[in-house]
């Protein structure tokens, strides 16, 4: 069965600073799909990235970067200089590549970035 | 473009009573999906649609119905609501069912709760 695991529930970090945020995943799949979601206080989940298990690349987006480790089953998330506007819940989230497959949730960390 | 819209935005209902949500989207997507978000639980998958006409269920579809007789919406039903249902309900429309090639568009959420 498919797990997302995001130990940390809430985290709270001062403005500037940098901020990992962890995801570890479960799939008994060899070809597999990792998703990051931003949740403002708006509501509405934002997609973020997707990365391919066969691309163990770290990827970097502005302030943004993943780290992608097959070995450890992980897809952690930094904010490097966080800005208030980066409080949010943030979700880790895993699909299979077949037809039925579903995204599967970590249950959400919860970052305030305070100024 | 709206992208996917939801209404309403809040409803308070008693126990026993009927309601629906509407999901609306105007991007052409085959697919949509009924998620709910609970404190603690992340996102998970009540019912969804692979085209006009289909509906399944996902992981939690006890007490809700759907259905999709227009492709641009997607209705979910309460037929007899009980405070368990009380969550916040997300609806998400995707070009195809191939979730790792296509992200999902969220809606802005309906926060129910049932008292």
């Known amino acids: 069965a498919q797990k997302v695991t995001q130990a940390q529930t809430e985290i709270s970090v001062v403005e500037k600073e940098d901020v990992t945020l962890d995801c570890v995943y479960e799939?008994?799949?060899?070809?597999?799909?990792l998703f990051w979601y931003k949740q403002p206080p708006s509501g509405e989940l934002v997609f973020l990235i997707r990365r391919n298990s066969f691309d163990e690349q770290n990827e970097i987006s502005g302030r943004y970067s993943w780290n992608f480790q097959k070995s450890t089953s992980s897809f952690n998330f930094t904010i490097t200089a966080s800005q208030v506007v980066d409080s949010a819940v943030y979700f880790c989230?895993?699909?299979?590549?077949?037809?039925?497959?579903?995204?599967?949730f970590g249950k959400g960390t919860r970052l305030h970035i305070l100024p | 473009n709206a992208g996917v819209t939801q209404t309403p935005k809040f409803r308070v209902l008693k126990t026993g009573q009927s309601m629906t949500l509407l999901c609306a989207q105007d991007?052409?997507?085959?697919?949509m999906y009924w998620y709910r978000q609970d404190p603690g639980m992340g996102l998970r998958l009540i019912h969804y649609s692979v085209g006009e006409g289909t509906t399944a269920k996902g992981e939690v579809p006890d007490g809700y119905n759907v259905s999709r007789l227009k492709k641009q919406n997607f209705l979910l039903g309460l037929e007899s609501a009980a405070p368990s249902q009380t969550s916040v309900y997300f609806c998400a429309s995707s070009y195809s069912a191939l979730v790792y090639l296509n992200e999902q568009f969220f809606g802005p959420g309906t926060r129910l709760t049932v008292l």
């Open positions: 991007m052409n997507h085959e697919y």
């Open positions: 799939t008994r799949d060899t070809t597999y799909y």
């Open positions: 989230a895993l699909s299979g590549r077949n037809r039925d497959d579903k995204i599967i």
